[in-house]
C-alpha cells in the first residue's frame, strides 16, 4: 500500500553553528547531548521522530473534534500541509519499526475515531491507507484484527460511495484475510456482516474505478478460496433489502459485470475475476445457479466465447503466445467445459461454438510446436524452479483443453465436423495435435471423431492414421 507522493520526516537535530576559531575549541557538550536525545527520538532502527509522529497524530484528533464542534454535519476540508503529513505517517506506516511504534501508540484506535467522525474523503482514505501499511506485518496485524471494533467498522466502510476509500478498505481486508493468523477471525466476522455480499456485488456492477474493481474481485476471489461455505451462500443469496426487484445483484453476475470493464484494459484483473468464476463451478449450488433459466450461465458462456475467440491465441499469434495467456486461458477453458453440457437448457448453439472449436484446438497445436521449438532459444540461464512452475501450468493449460476437447468431440454431430473442415479449423496439423492431446485418456472421443472425418475427409482421415503410432 506503498504512496509515492509523499516524503520522508526525520529526527530534528540541534542547529549547528561554526565557532570562532581564536582557541581551541571546547568539547561540544550540547551537540554530544542533541545526538543522545536523537537517538533516543528515532522510531527503532529508523531516522524517524517519535515525536513528530505524536505530534502529527495529536493535531489530528484536535482538528477533527474541532470541526465537529463547530460544524458537525458540514464536509471537512484538509489544509495542504495537514495532507502531506499525514500521508507522511502513511509511507512511513510501510516501515516494520514504525508500524510497530504505531501500534503501541494505540494509533489503530486513534484512526478509528479520526475514521467514525471524519467529514472527509480525503482523510477517510488516508487513516484506512495507514492502517493497511500497519497490518503487513503478522505482529501488527494480529493486535489490530483482534480491536472488534475496527472491524465492524471497516466492514462498513465498504458501503461508502467514496472510490479512493473503498480501494483502501478493500485493500486492507486483503491483507487480513491473506495472513493465516488472523484469516479465520475475518471470515468470521464476514460471515455475520450480512451487507457485505451486496455492497461488494454493487462495487463489482457499478464501478468504473479499474484499480477498485480489480482490489474488489482480488477480495472476492480470496474469500471464496479460503471459504466454500461463504461461497455457497452468497451464490445463493435471496434478495436483500438493498436489492430493488428488477435489478437483483447476485454474485455472479456481479462478476461478469466487472470482467466486462477490466477486459481491455487489465489481463491481470480479468484473470482474477474470472477465476472467481471459476471457483463458482467447483460447487454444485454455483452450476445449478448458473445453468438456471434466469441465471448468468448464458451471458458467461458468450462473454469467455468472445474473449477467447477474439482476444486470445489468434492464428496470427506466435505459439510461445501460451506462455503469456495460460492464466486466463485454463480458467476461461475450465468454466467453459463446466457449462458446456448447459447449452441444451439454454435452447439455443451459440454463433461462436465453431471458432471456439477452431481456439482450443489451436491451443494444442501452438503447445505441440512451442515444445517442439522452445529449447532453440534457451540460453541455460533461467530459474529452473521458475521455469517448472511455467511448465505446470502450461501443462494444466493442455489437460484442461484435451478435457474440453473430448467433452466437444464426444457428441459433436457430423454437420459441425464438415463445417469445421470447410473453414479451415480442422486441418492435418491441427487434428494431429488433437490427437496427441486426447489420446490415449480419451480415445473414445476421438475415435467418434475419427469416424466422422473418415466420411467426410477419408483423405484427411487416412494422413491422421498415418502419422499416429500403431
Not at 112 to 134: D, F, Q, W, Y
Not at 147 to 175: C, F, I, K
Not at 325 to 346: G, H, I, P
Request: net charge negative; hydrophobic share 35%; proline share 4%.
Amino acid at each position: 500500500m506503498e504512496r509515492t507522493d509523499g516524503g520522508d520526516e526525520t529526527s530534528s537535530s540541534p542547529e549547528k553553528r561554526s565557532p570562532v576559531l581564536d582557541r581551541n575549541p571546547s568539547p561540544p557538550p550540547d551537540t554530544a547531548d542533541g545526538q543522545e536525545e536523537e537517538d533516543l527520538d528515532a522510531i527503532g532502527e529508523t531516522v524517524y521522530s517519535k515525536h513528530w509522529v505524536f505530534s502529527t497524530l495529536t493535531r489530528l484528533i484536535q482538528m477533527v473534534s474541532e470541526h465537529t464542534e463547530e460544524d458537525a454535519d458540514g464536509q471537512m476540508q484538509l489544509a495542504d500541509d495537514e495532507e502531506e503529513d499525514l500521508c507522511r505517517v502513511w509511507d512511513m506506516a510501510m516501515d516494520k519499526d514504525v508500524a510497530g511504534f504505531l501500534q503501541e501508540f494505540k494509533a489503530a484506535d486513534i484512526l478509528l475515531g479520526v475514521i467514525a467522525k471524519s467529514r472527509c474523503p480525503r482523510l477517510t482514505e488516508i487513516c484506512v491507507g495507514i492502517l493497511g501499511n500497519i497490518a503487513c506485518f503478522p505482529e501488527t496485524c494480529l493486535t489490530l484484527s483482534q480491536n472488534e471494533n475496527l472491524g465492524a467498522v471497516l466492514l462498513l466502510l465498504l458501503g461508502d460511495t467514496d472510490p479512493p476509500t473503498l480501494l483502501e478498505t478493500s485493500r486492507l481486508l486483503l491483507t487480513c484475510v491473506s495472513q493465516k493468523d488472523v484469516c479465520s477471525l475475518w471470515l468470521q466476522r464476514i460471515r455475520q456482516q450480512t451487507s457485505l455480499r451486496y455492497n461488494l456485488c454493487f462495487i463489482m456492477c457499478s464501478s468504473t474505478n479499474l484499480d477498485l474493481l480489480v482490489k474488489v474481485g482480488e477480495l472476492v476471489d480470496k474469500l471464496f478460496d479460503l471459504d466454500e461455505e461463504l461461497m455457497k451462500s452468497w451464490i445463493t443469496a435471496q434478495p436483500s433489502e438493498e436489492d430493488d426487484g428488477e435489478s437483483r445483484l447476485d454474485v455472479a453476475s456481479s462478476l461478469l459485470e466487472a470482467a466486462k470493464q477490466l477486459r481491455s484494459d487489465s489481463q491481470d484483473g480479468l484473470e482474477v475475476y474470472v477465476h472467481a468464476l471459476q471457483l463458482l463451478t467447483t460447487i454444485d449450488e454455483g452450476i445449478q445457479t448458473l445453468a438456471a433459466p434466469d441465471g448468468s450461465g448464458k451471458a458467461v458462456w458468450d462473454f469467455l466465447c468472445e474473449v477467447v475467440c477474439e482476444d486470445l491465441c489468434q492464428p496470427d499469434d506466435p505459439p510461445l503466445v501460451l506462455q503469456e495467456q495460460k492464466v486466463l486461458l485454463v480458467q476461461a477453458f475450465a468454466v467453459l467445459s463446466a457449462l458446456y453440457q448447459c447449452q441444451e437448457q439454454w435452447h439455443s448453439r451459440s454463433d461462436t461454438y465453431l471458432p471456439l472449436i477452431g481456439t482450443v484446438l489451436r491451443v494444442l497445436q501452438y503447445h505441440s510446436e512451442y515444445q517442439s521449438d522452445k529449447t532453440e532459444g534457451c540460453d541455460g540461464k533461467g530459474d529452473t524452479q521458475s521455469e517448472e512452475t511455467k511448465d505446470e501450468q502450461l501443462q494444466a493449460l493442455v489437460e484442461t483443453t484435451a478435457e474440453f476437447l473430448a467433452d466437444i468431440f464426444f457428441q459433436i454431430p457430423k454437420d459441425s465436423v464438415a463445417e469445421l473442415v470447410r473453414k479451415g479449423y480442422l486441418t492435418e496439423k491441427t487434428c494431429f495435435s488433437a490427437a496427441v492431446g486426447l489420446l490415449p485418456q480419451f480415445k473414445s472421443a476421438f475415435q467418434h471423431l475419427e469416424s466422422m472425418l473418415s466420411e467426410i475427409d477419408p483423405q484427411l482421415a487416412d494422413m491422421l492414421r498415418k502419422q499416429l503410432p500403431a
